[in-house]
């Protein structure tokens, strides 16, 4: 009998455990580049994080971005150059869209 209240209070305990932590709040970061065929990435950086994702059909949208202040960049395919933009906003609970990225020769 004490071994199965032990039990009990030891399950109670784990699942007290994972209700008390909430997850970190998330944001995206969406927008388009041009020329469409010309990227293969994007990225968001700051001081402490580093998000990426593919492109496809010249857009893009990073998820699970934690709220902070990144500079976006779009990594392009040669002869093109890499392009950004920096003091991207991300706030918690939606999408920041940066518009669009021209990538140059």
Same mark, same amino acid.
């Not at 093109?80 to 669009?100: F, R």
């Given at each position: 009998m004490k071994k199965i209240k032990l039990g009990l209070v030891a399950v109670a305990v784990a699942a007290g455990g994972f209700f008390a932590f909430k997850p970190l709040p998330q944001g995206s970061v969406k927008g388009t580049y041009t020329p469409v065929d010309k990227a293969v990435r994007a990225w968001a950086i700051n001081a402490t994080d580093t998000f990426r994702t593919d492109v496809s059909n010249g857009s893009f949208e990073i998820g699970n971005v934690k709220p902070g202040t990144y500079s976006v960049i779009i990594e392009a !395919?040669?002869?093109?150059?890499?392009?950004?933009? #920096?003091?991207?906003? !991300?706030? %918690?609970?939606?999408?920041? #869209? !940066?518009? %669009?990225i021209a990538l140059s020769q």
């Open positions: !395919v040669a002869p093109y150059k890499n392009a950004s933009k #920096d003091n991207i906003t !991300v706030n %918690e609970g939606g999408p920041t #869209d !940066v518009g %669009e």
